[in-house]
């Protein structure tokens, strides 16, 4: 049995997509973000000082661990699945999650930011980072043109990180119109039912 603290983000989608793809029981706590460490939970905080979400503790074999990627690693390694041993495709999902845990998330946090809590900011900076985040969204593409997953033919790790970010960035991706091959891989990810029933942790209360 796993606890399982997170909240309705990117961030916290990819621990319950992974989660949910490798078909593992959870506890879900959702965590009140934005607040100081005091009134996090105490569980939570004693597994990962900062208090970050997500956050997972495992029981069986008395882990705790918190970032999202190293999660989804984690887990993949622990069921053996999604993830690979031999050196080429290992290489090409470790080269793949990098793009996304670097430069994606580099791009688009600060649409989020600019979005949320700098409303006033000049037009051209949101416009600099939606530019360099659909640049990325077109090298994936690229990718995907000739690959049907991130990494080569196969579904992995580095598939399921992409997802929650490249979802939530939909408006971008349609408003392009560059990157069908994205589009392509959104769909067929999106329709799995591990990552539909991830995408809805924490549920709303
Ligand atoms: N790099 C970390 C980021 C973790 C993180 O910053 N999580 C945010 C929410 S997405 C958080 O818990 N912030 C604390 C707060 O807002 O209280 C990851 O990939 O998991």
Known sequence: MFDL????TTNGMR?????EELGLAYRTHRVALGTTIDVKPPELV???????IPTLIDHRDGVSISQSFAIMQYLCEREGRFSFSDAAPRAAMLEWMSFVMTDIISATHPIFVLGTHLKDTPAHILAHYEARLLRYFEMADARLARNRYLAGQEICVADFALYPTAHFRRPLIERSNSTPHLERWLAEVGDRPGVTRGMAVPADE
């Open 5 to 8: 603290y997170t909240a309705p």
């Open 15 to 19: 621990a319950s997509i992974m989660l």
């Open 46 to 52: 004693e597994a990962n000082p900062a208090g970050t």
